[in-house]
Structures are given as structure tokens and as C-alpha cells.
């Protein structure tokens, strides 16, 4: 399989499950809460503001031919963080479900590791159509155990940061780094690392 085969290969799974406006919904929402909040001070209205943003980039994504399903996810997140910071009165609890995700991500993706089947081997397996064929290759098992390690890390240190932000109720702190660590930021750095590490199989540079 060429590199640029696996390449189109690997965009269109992202594009299945939303691909880069997915992505921009997520910041967006964590965004424009954390700017509504510092402009008006309103727990609730700052929900309101993150909520109607989200709403807006997805009635966009069904005008130009997206899947129901795709914004929907989006907005059910989002609404259930604004429903708890509203109901709560914390604007930190906008920002709960970031920080339960890094660490629930952080679990996953270790104990993938622990039982010799880590994520990114199961996701590019379905990606290059070889099952779990890959586990019986060491280099190539080696290859995405380091892949998985990467989100692991980048899980661990998103979760050490968030975490202490949450409990302490520093919000500006909390937003920003929900926004970078736990969003398109980091994520971008790990696909980027985990390209570099998958171009030395010797199979995608054919």
C-alpha cells in the first residue's frame, strides 16, 4: 500500500467522523464561552453564547451536505456542559467534560497498551484493511504501541493541568488550557508525531 493511498485512506476515516469542522465546533464552543464569560460575567449566558456558536456551525454543516449524526454529537456535548454550568453556577463546570475526557482517554489508551492492543493499531488496522494482522508483526506492533504512547503522554499531561485548574476554579486557566491541551492543538501535535513514527514502515513508502 502507498503512502498516499494510506494518506487518503486515513483522511476519509477523519472525514467520517466529522474531519476538521468537528474539530473547529470543539474549540469554538470552549472559546467562545471562555470570552462571553470574561465580557459579561454570566454563567448562564456565557452557555447560551457557546451554545448558539455550536449551533450555528452546525445548521452550516447540514447546509453543505453533512450527516445529522456528526453535529449532533457536538451539540449534545456542549449543551450538557452549558446545563451544568448553569445549573451549578461554576462557569469551571463548562469545562468538566474536557477534563473527564483527557482522563477517561488517559485509561483507555494505557490499558490498550498494558494488553499488547493499543488504539492507534486497532485504528489503522481498519484504516489499511489488515484487521488485527499487525499483531503479529513486532516492528509494526512496536511502531503503534510509540503511536499510542504519544496520546498517552499527551492525555497524562492534559489530565496533570486540568485537573488541579478544575479543582482550584481558576476559569481563564482551566479555558485555555482545555482549549489547547484537550483540543486541536495538542491533537495536532500527536497526529503529526504519529505520522513520523508510521513513514518508517517501510510498507507506506513504497
Given at each position: 500500500?502507498?503512502?498516499s493511498?494510506?494518506?487518503?485512506r486515513?483522511l ?25 464569560y470574561?465580557v ?9 453564547v ?16 453533512g ?5 449532533a454529537?457536538g451539540?449534545l ?7 451544568l454550568?448553569?445549573?451549578?453556577g461554576?462557569?469551571v463546570d463548562f469545562?468538566?467534560?474536557a477534563?473527564?475526557?483527557q482522563?477517561?482517554g ?49 492525555f ?7 485537573v ?5 476554579g ?6 485555555i ?22 513513514r ?5 513508502a513504497?
Amino acid at each position: 500500500m502507498s503512502f498516499s493511498m494510506l494518506t487518503r485512506r486515513s483522511l476519509s476515516l477523519f472525514d467520517a467522523v466529522g474531519g476538521w469542522r468537528t474539530v473547529a465546533e470543539s474549540v469554538a464552543s470552549r472559546a467562545l464561552f471562555l470570552v462571553a464569560y470574561l465580557v459579561m460575567g454570566e454563567v448562564v449566558t456565557s452557555g447560551l453564547v457557546a451554545s448558539g456558536g455550536v449551533v450555528v456551525l452546525a445548521v452550516v454543516r447540514l447546509c453543505t451536505g453533512g450527516k445529522v449524526w456528526q453535529p449532533a454529537i457536538g451539540l449534545l456535548v456542549v449543551g450538557a456542559s452549558a446545563l451544568l454550568a448553569g445549573t451549578t453556577g461554576q462557569a469551571v463546570d463548562f469545562y468538566l467534560a474536557a477534563v473527564l475526557l483527557q482522563a477517561a482517554g488517559g485509561v483507555l489508551f494505557l490499558v490498550s497498551l498494558l494488553v499488547k492492543w493499543p488504539v492507534v493499531g486497532l485504528v489503522m488496522g481498519t484504516v489499511r484493511g489488515e484487521r488485527h494482522a499487525w499483531r503479529h508483526d513486532p516492528r509494526q506492533l512496536w511502531r503503534y504501541r510509540r503511536c499510542t504512547a504519544v496520546f498517552l503522554l499527551k492525555f497524562t499531561i492534559a489530565t496533570a493541568v486540568l485537573v488541579p485548574l478544575y479543582a482550584t476554579g481558576s476559569v481563564v486557566p482551566l479555558g485555555i488550557a482545555a482549549t489547547l491541551l484537550g483540543g486541536a492543538p495538542a491533537a495536532g501535535a500527536c497526529v503529526y508525531l504519529c505520522w513520523r513514527i508510521l513513514r518508517e514502515d517501510p510498507r507506506t513508502a513504497q
